[in-house]
């Protein structure tokens, strides 16, 4: 029987799986490395249970089981998917489903609940079909995934909307909060874009600078002390800082980049990645067992310490609520330690944690 970890580890409560490399669509800024055609190495679907088994494992040493969310590529073209999700929420664990909403229909939505899922994420990346449909590739793609939100709605299924947010969409922020309430979704999670896979080189154009995503993150603040419907900022960490520096809440749980302390991401092949964002290998679930993994890759104990951070956000005071994103470190200097390049917070020198 595994022990408790000791009070040095973190509790592990996101693990996004890429469930299949396939997807139906070629996104502008997908962080996929790979392409259809390495769908041969999914996991097949007793490794895949193998996985649940380890993650479900993993929760039970800790008062927290984690939430498990099925991710690509896209997940409904994977065959087994609801299999696997009533095998993974018989374990005990949280099931969600990441998708961009084009294949979504009435009977797969009702599937999808009756397997055990208790959300849903869709895509959109624009309030509008022209915004969303350039980034994603493919016309029509917008009404689609509208209509599969129509479909996740009308079977009682929750879903939240996720937005990754480039200079090509920023200026409809305002519009896609106005549409999800009007789609009745619980939340939305804004992604900032990290220059990885697809990604890095549509990045170059459309990441917004460091300035640009301060004051957005600033306008999101305003948005979520509205309390109109949740937000969640993700690859986006100094949004701690900004919300602590406009109304200090010493009650906030949240932290900001949460790679390998909080989150781990496995890959269709079952590589144990820091984060989705992060192409450091710590590991494969079909050689390591995942608590093992969690427990002692080096990668993983060297991201935990905050101490180890260098630059301005090795001595910056909140560095243990923020962190800096570490996969955009890496991109911009190939040391994930290094000073997040999209924050434009100068710490002082005796700053003081919040």
């Not at 208790?118 to 689609?144: C, M, P, Q, Y």
């Not at 996720?162 to 009745?184: I, S």
């Not at 609520?321 to 570490?326: A, E, T």
Request: aromatic share 6%.
């Amino acid at each position: 029987m595994m022990t408790p970890y000791p009070d040095r580890m973190r509790t592990l409560r996101l693990l996004f799986w890429e469930s299949t490399i396939r997807c139906n669509l070629s996104c502008a800024h997908c962080r996929r490395m790979e392409a259809d055609e390495a769908a041969g190495s999914d996991l097949t679907t007793a490794q895949a249970m193998q996985l649940i088994e380890q993650l479900a494992q993993v929760g039970r040493t800790q008062d927290f089981m984690p939430i498990l969310v099925f991710s690509g590529g896209e997940p409904l073209c994977r065959g087994d998917v609801f299999e696997l999700i009533e095998g993974a929420a018989a374990r005990g664990l949280t099931c969600a489903l990441a998708t961009n909403g084009t294949l979504m229909d009435k009977p797969l939505a009702a599937r999808i609940k009756a397997a055990g899922a208790h959300r849903v994420s869709v895509s959109l990346d624009g309030a509008t079909s022209d915004i969303h449909n350039k980034l994603r590739k493919l016309e029509g793609s917008f009404e689609a995934a509208v209509n599969g939100i129509a479909c996740l709605r009308e079977c009682g299924l929750p879903f939240q909307i996720n937005m990754t947010v480039t200079r090509h969409n920023v200026h409809q922020l305002d519009a896609v909060f106005v549409l999800a309430r009007e789609l009745g979704a619980v939340a939305v999670h804004l992604f900032m874009l990290v220059p990885v896979g697809c990604g890095e080189s549509f990045a170059e154009e459309e990441m917004l600078s460091a300035d640009e995503y301060e004051q957005l993150l600033k306008r999101v603040a305003e948005k979520e002390r509205a309390a109109e419907i949740e937000i969640k900022v993700t690859c986006g960490p100094h949004y701690e800082r900004i919300i602590r520096q406009e109304k200090p809440q010493p009650k906030r749980m949240s932290k900001g980049c949460l790679a390998g302390s909080g989150v781990l991401f496995v890959g269709h092949s079952g590589d144990v990645f820091p984060c989705g964002y992060l192409p450091i290998c710590c590991g494969n679930i079909l050689q390591t067992p995942l608590a093992k993994i969690w427990a002692d890759s080096p990668d993983l104990a060297r991201m935990r310490d905050t101490q180890q951070l260098k630059g301005k956000c090795g001595i910056c005071g909140y560095r243990a609520v923020c962190g800096g994103c570490r996969a955009r470190a890496f991109a911009a200097a190939g040391d994930y330690m290094e000073a997040e390049p999209m924050c434009i917070y100068a710490p002082p020198r005796k700053d003081s944690d919040d």
